[in-house]
């Protein structure tokens, strides 16, 4: 049987993860925001559909979408750092009211570990862990309540450290700026293709109604890790203050790594 599977946000991550899906002979429906995209799509082997999620409400063929796939993964950037006044829990209300209109059961919700709290003593942080009370986290935080409470679907939340991979690393964001705080803090990162690996992971063992950490942590600090790789990308090193106390926290993935039989594959 034709195993059919949704993807919203045919992005850097969801368009790498589609193709991967297409290989392992599913049938994929993405979404892009962007009309000239759709062509990219197709020639991948992707059904693709042109949708807009604003506060106001959804455009596009989004029910289409969402009447191919029983499974859906959500991958949709929040936009929060952009523009941290943007409606996300509005945006994603409307999503969440098309989704239980359809025949969708199983959704698995890419989120984030920014949702958890810093502190100065670097607190291991597990699926239980205190989260933190910024205006962001607490955005992200009641998106996901929204999507575990609904009584249509099951949800599976996976909460990415700070992706990268090929041609795309946070270091190049960091090269030659200047003060950067919490130059003590640990590093947690994740290369895409750990992020890939573990969401075609948890798709096939069901593993629904779950929280999952999915993050690598450097050995280095936060200052010597992004000074080391901008001297191996050669690109200006970035400056640190070391004037003030540092925080941050260290992201433990060790549930998913025990329920999925799971190595990360690439270190930060």
């Not at 082997?45 to 499974?71: A, V």
């Not at 989260?131 to 992200?140: C, I, R, V």
């Not at 795309?168 to 964001?173: G, L, N, Q, S, V």
Request: aromatic share 8%.
């Amino acid at each position: 049987m034709n195993q059919q599977i949704g993807i919203i946000g045919c992005g850097w991550l969801g368009f790498a993860l589609a193709k991967v899906f297409i290989e392992n002979g599913y049938t994929v429906h993405g979404s892009t925001t962007s009309e000239s995209k759709m062509s990219i799509l197709q020639k991948a082997g992707i059904h693709p559909y042109n949708i807009q999620l604003t506060s106001d409400g959804i455009t596009g063929p989004i029910q289409s979408l969402l009447s191919h796939c029983e499974t859906l993964i959500v991958n949709i950037p929040p936009g929060l750092r952009k523009d941290p006044h943007h409606d996300y829990i509005k945006q994603m209300t409307h999503f969440l009211e098309a989704i239980e209109r359809a025949p969708t059961k199983h959704v698995l919700f890419i989120g984030s570990t920014s949702v958890y709290e810093d502190a100065t003593h670097f607190p291991i942080i597990t699926e239980t862990s205190e989260t933190s009370d910024s205006k962001t986290a607490l955005k992200l935080l009641a998106v996901e309540r929204l999507f575990m409470r609904s009584e249509y679907f099951q949800t599976t939340i996976l909460r990415f450290g700070g992706l990268f991979g090929e041609q795309r690393h946070p270091a190049t964001y960091l090269s030659g700026k200047r003060q950067i705080n919490n130059p003590e803090a640990p590093v947690n990162l994740i290369h895409r293709s750990d992020c890939i690996a573990i969401i075609l992971k948890l798709i096939h063992r069901h593993l629904w109604g779950n929280i999952f950490n999915a993050s690598n942590t450097s050995s280095l600090t936060k200052s010597e890790y992004y000074t080391s790789i901008c001297q191996h990308m050669g690109i200006p090193i970035p400056q640190f203050d070391h004037q003030s106390k540092s925080k941050g926290k260290r992201i433990n993935s060790e549930k998913l790594v025990r329920l999925l039989n799971y190595e990360f594959k690439i270190k930060p």
